[in-house]
C-alpha cells in the first residue's frame, strides 16, 4: 500500500475537499469540471478537450481495470486511447482501486499520472463535489499537498487552448480518390479512425492553417478545447469554404465553429455536458439518441444566419446539439458519434458525410 500524502482541493468560492495525492505531487490550477460517465477513463483521460481542467469522475470507483497498452497502429494512432498524453491537469475521483485487473492493461493508473506529471487526488465526497458545481457552476480551483506553497487560481478559458492542443503541421492518410480536409483542433484518435478509408486521402491540418488551398471534396472540423470565440482565424477559414459548396461537417468544437461562421453566437455554459448519457433529438422528427458528450461552451441557434437551422436539441435542458445549411451539403453535432468511450447510436453521421462527397 502507498503511502498518500494529504492533499486538498480549493474552489474559488471558498469551498475546500480534503483527500490524499496517488498522483504526481505538484500544485496545480484550473477549471473544475465533472464527467458523469462510469467507464471510459482511460479515452477521457486522454481526450484533448480536457485540456486545462481538473476532471472529476463522479462514478465512485477508478482505477480498477489499469491502464492499456500505448500501442499505436500502421498509421501511427494509438489503438486504445484518444491522444498520446492525459490532458486535464488533475483527476479527482473517491475511490481510487490500486488494484486492477485486466486483459489489456500494462499498469496501474497511479503509475500512469506519475509520468504523465498529472496530479490524482483521492478520498473526497465526489457527490457533494459534483452537486456544487452543478448548482454553483464550473469553477476555478486548485490542489494543493499538505505544507506546499499556495499557487494562484487560473482560468484555462483564458487561454487559446485549441492553438495548444492542435498539431504543428500537416499529416496526410491514405491516397484514395477523394481528399477530406480534417481541421484538427484537438481531435479525438476515433474520429481521425472513422475518417481513414481506403478511398480517402486524408489532410489532418493544424486550426490555423488554410485547408481553402487544397482542392477538398469534404471538410470535417474537429473537437477541441476551451473557448470557440478564440478561433477567429478558424471561422475565417469556414466562411470562405462555403463558397466551394462541398460537405462540411463538425463534431463538438466543430458545431461551434461551423455555427459561428454561420453568424451564430457561441456562449459558456453554466457546467456543460460531460458524460455518456445525453438524451438528443432530431429536430422535425421522433428520433432520439442517446449521446457521449465533452463540452462547456454552447450555440444560440436563434442567433444563425439566413438558411441555417437547428438540426439536433438536447432533451435535458433544450441546449443545441447540432445545425445544418437548408440547401448546402453543411451540417454538424455537438456530441460524439465517434463515441470512445461511450454509445455508438450516431455513428451514421460519418457515413452520412462521406455519402456527400
Known sequence: MQDYKRATLILDDGSRFEGYSFGYEAPVAGEVVFNTAMTGYTESFTDPSYRGQILVMTYPLVGNYGVPSPKHDENGIAF????????PLGIIVSDYSEEYSHWNSEGSLGDWLRREKVFGLTGIDTRELAKTLREKGSMKGKILLEGSEDIPFDDPNAHNLVAEASPKEVTIYGNGPKKVVLVDCGAKNNIVRNLIRP??????????????QIDFDGLFLSNGPGDPNKCSVTVEHIRKAFAKEKPICGICMGN????AAAGAKISKMKYGHRSHNQPVREVGTNRCFITSQNHGYAVDASTLGEGWREKYVNLNDGTNEGICHERLPFFSAQFHPEACSGPTDTLFIFEEFLNLL
Open 199 to 212: 478511398e480517402i486521402t486524408l489532410y489532418r491540418v493544424p486550426w490555423d492553417y488554410d485547408f481553402n
Open 80 to 87: 486504445f486511447r484518444e491522444s498520446d498524453e492525459i490532458h
Open 256 to 259: 461551434q465553429l461551423l455555427a
